[in-house]
T-cell receptor, first 112, second 110 residues
Framework: DADVTQTPRNRITKTGKRIMLECSQT?????MYWYRQDPGLGLRLIYY???????NKGEISDGYSVSRQAQAKFSLSLESAIPNQTALYFC???????????FGPGTRLTVL | DAKTTQPNSMESNEEEPVHLPCNHS???????IHWYRQLPSQGPEYVIH???SNVNNRMASLAIAEDRKSSTLILHRATLRDAAVYYC???????????FGTGTLLAVQP
């Protein structure tokens, strides 16, 4: 079983729709992250969370919101999706400062 | 957060060693050096990380320069499955957040 899972794996939606991407982890890590990847580019950080009560903006948080429902769950929402949010979205976790970061399989989101 | 500098692409032959270089001249004393790799349509995969000393694991070795301004990821015997984009990343502070560059695309020839 995968340690970091993401649902859905693929989603096609229309401009203006609200979308939620979910992430769950069984690694017991406190730190969770949401990244976005555009074709041919590296990943960019959207939001990160140290624990349930701690949420922080990353490089590109505009147009996104997050919720840390439990230590193991971290969801990303697009309140009103727009076409330039079409991308691959990755959830990740880490245990501590300086530790390795472990990524989920990704969600491919297309906004028409 | 300054990104690291890596060659855009490299080629290797199967079963030969591969040395992937990375420059991080503005690294601070508390920044870790991470390496990840990404295959097409997959999430990045953790390879190795270190702070000051050289590190070895089952996947690779990480050689860190004494001044920490550069590092090298060493794949001891490249296989076709090692063909991927390799990212060298600094992570620092309490967040452990990773700031990605564009990485090195490694091609492995049979």
């Amino acid at each position: 079983d995968a340690d970091v899972t993401q649902t859905p794996r693929n989603r096609i939606t229309k401009t203006g729709k609200r979308i939620m991407l979910e992430c769950s982890q069984t690694k017991g890590h406190d730190r969770m992250y949401w990244y976005r990847q555009d074709p041919g580019l590296g990943l960019r950080l959207i939001y990160y969370s140290f624990d349930v009560k701690d949420i922080n903006k990353g490089e590109i948080s505009d147009g996104y919101s997050v919720s840390r429902q439990a230590q193991a769950k971290f969801s990303l929402s697009l309140e009103s999706a727009i076409p330039n949010q079409t991308a691959l979205y990755f959830c990740a976790t880490s245990a501590r400062v300086g530790g390795g970061v472990f990524f989920g399989p990704g969600t491919r989101l297309t906004v028409l | 957060d300054a990104k690291t500098t890596q060659p855009n692409s490299m080629e290797s032959n199967e079963e030969e060693p591969v040395h992937l270089p990375c420059n991080h001249s503005t690294i601070s004393g508390t920044d870790y050096i991470h390496w990840y790799r990404q295959l097409p349509s997959q999430g990045p995969e953790y390879v190795i990380h270190g702070l000051t000393s050289n590190v070895n694991n089952r996947m690779a070795s990480l050689a860190i320069a004494e001044d920490r301004k550069s590092s090298t990821l060493i794949l001891h015997r490249a296989t076709l499955r090692d063909a991927a984009v390799y990212y060298c990343i600094r992570s620092g502070g309490a967040t452990n957040k990773l700031i990605f560059g564009t990485g090195t695309l490694l091609a492995v020839q049979p």
